[in-house]
């Protein structure tokens, strides 16, 4: 293939790639021009207060107590809404980095988060309780010396657990989610789980195998919706005068006796729980999650490519500063734990530039620079394994430095680098899963949220298990008739 057409082909994708995150940028921006509309992180499984449906939504009958509170509310008050379901801690981080206008998640009012956070008129009083397997013998703290215990991090629990380590001499090992963290309990890997009450309370009536021992609530907490100190003002009037109102006419008590007080399940349960019977009552959810995951592989290794391409000729050109700038990328993004790079990308850039970074762009950079590293390492080692004696030959025909890199030395470089390369797209898909962290609903978060649905764990890892071992072998396939037809 010319080079002319090889140019033509890159910029074409470029540009088709720039429409399509361009598009994510815009589309998540919209306003309109009658009602304003705000962000809330949620915490994405936190039920009663949260329960997201099995498209990682919220519009089922039964979203929860905040959920159904805040849609009253805004109908109320005359704004919109678009949540964020995160962990909790992720939830935090968003709300300080401006990435989100407030966190309805179950929040609870502490004297530490009043001289960091402005909070809405409490509308829930909770407490964390304390549950163990139903044939532990464990009925009290005072149990728990030696023994290892488990929180979700940042969360009124966690915080209570930190504050009497010392008093009661357990370790703490802290999660994301509680249906990750109930399954820990279960399995015996730790003694005792700490959360909020009404949360383990629902997910014992909904089949958790756990008991609650604690006889009341420890640490009661008011529960509201939290803000950035003195943002947000007109929100905070709007929650206040909503949250008010509902008090007022009774709705209030009625949306939390349903989920507290109610004998009837609030979910939509499905009856066969085997295998086929739970890909047959989720698939539509699994696809759309296997859609992210593709997608994001797709247009990241497209971006990595383009990145670890520039960096591994950066590599290798006769000059020393663009060598040595290509070595520093590569070391610090390979240095950098993708997870770390993540919430730097979607929380931490906004404190600096003063401007929201969409979720799918901020995952589309990360997998850029995180993949596009290790390409760039690719690259520079394809094109050096080249003999030498091809780039003598080409430059004593009259070849200029860079027409025997692009008509020689590249053709037969990734040559070499094709098994290299088709790994590293495996990989790119397999660390999309990482996206789950902040939020990006792929094939492992629309796991996570069908898991807290129906506590099916094992039969549902094993479902996504064997759908990403399906991908990969077809990539492997491809790989093999690639080299082939190189060959």
Do not use: C
């Not at 592989?297 to 520039?310: C, E, P, S």
């Amino acid at each position: 293939m010319h080079s002319s057409k090889i140019k033509n082909m890159i910029i074409t994708i470029v540009a088709v790639l720039g429409i399509v995150v361009g598009w994510q940028m815009v589309e998540p921006q919209r306003v309109s021009a009658a009602e304003p509309t705000y962000t809330f992180a949620t915490n994405n499984t936190f039920e009663p207060f949260e329960i997201q449906d099995s498209k990682g939504g919220y519009s089922g009958k039964n979203p929860g107590i905040e959920i159904e509170m805040l849609k009253k509310i805004a109908k109320h008050e005359h704004f919109k809404y678009e949540l964020k379901p995160m962990s909790f801690n992720g939830d935090l981080q968003a709300l300080e980095s401006g990435q989100v206008d407030a966190v309805i998640a179950g929040m609870s009012v502490t004297d530490e988060r009043k001289e960091k956070y402005d909070f809405s008129t409490a509308y829930y009083t909770s407490g964390v309780v304390m549950a163990v397997a139903k044939d532990s013998d464990i009925k009290s703290m005072s149990q728990l010396k030696g023994k290892t215990v488990s929180a979700k991090s940042g969360t009124s629990a966690a915080l209570f657990l930190k504050n009497n380590q010392k008093k009661y001499g357990y370790k703490i090992r802290y999660f994301d989610s509680s249906n990750t963290m109930w399954n820990d309990v279960k399995t015996g890997n730790t003694a005792a789980t700490f959360d909020d009450g009404p949360v383990l309370e629902y997910g014992i009536k909904e089949g958790v195998p756990l008991k609650v021992v604690t006889k009341k609530p420890i640490d009661a907490q008011p529960v509201a919706v939290g803000y950035q100190k003195g943002k947000n003002l007109e929100l905070q009037k709007k929650m206040n005068d909503g949250i008010k109102w509902l008090k007022d006419t009774g709705q209030m008590d009625q949306i939390i006796d349903k989920y507290t007080k109610s004998d009837k399940t609030t979910k939509d349960s499905a009856t066969d729980r085997t295998i086929l019977g739970l890909i047959r009552a989720n698939y539509p959810a699994l696809l759309r999650g296997l859609w992210m995951t593709i997608e994001l592989t797709v247009v990241g290794i497209i971006f990595a490519m383009i990145f670890g391409v520039i960096l591994g000729v950066l590599g290798i050109v006769q000059n020393k500063f663009a060598n040595a700038v290509s070595s520093t990328l590569i070391y610090i993004f390979r240095g950098i734990p993708m997870i770390v790079l993540a919430f730097f990308i979607y929380m931490g850039i906004p404190n600096v530039i003063g401007h929201k970074v969409p979720l799918f762009l901020a995952g589309i950079l990360t997998l850029t620079f995180d993949e596009g590293a290790y390409i760039g390492a690719i690259v520079k080692g394809g094109f050096e394994s080249v003999n030498i004696g091809q780039w003598e030959a080409a430059r004593s025909l009259g070849l200029p430095y860079s027409k025997a890199l692009i008509k020689v030395i590249a053709p037969q470089g990734f040559k070499l680098m094709i098994p290299s390369l088709v790994n590293q797209f495996i990989i790119t898909l397999k660390d999309t899963s990482i996206l789950s962290a902040i939020g990006v609903m792929e094939l492992t978060q629309t796991g996570t949220v069908i898991i807290s649905q129906n506590m099916e764990g094992f039969k549902m890892w094993l479902i996504i298990g064997t759908m990403y071992i399906i991908i990969i072998t077809l990539l492997t396939w491809l790989s093999n008739y690639v080299q082939k037809r190189m060959g």
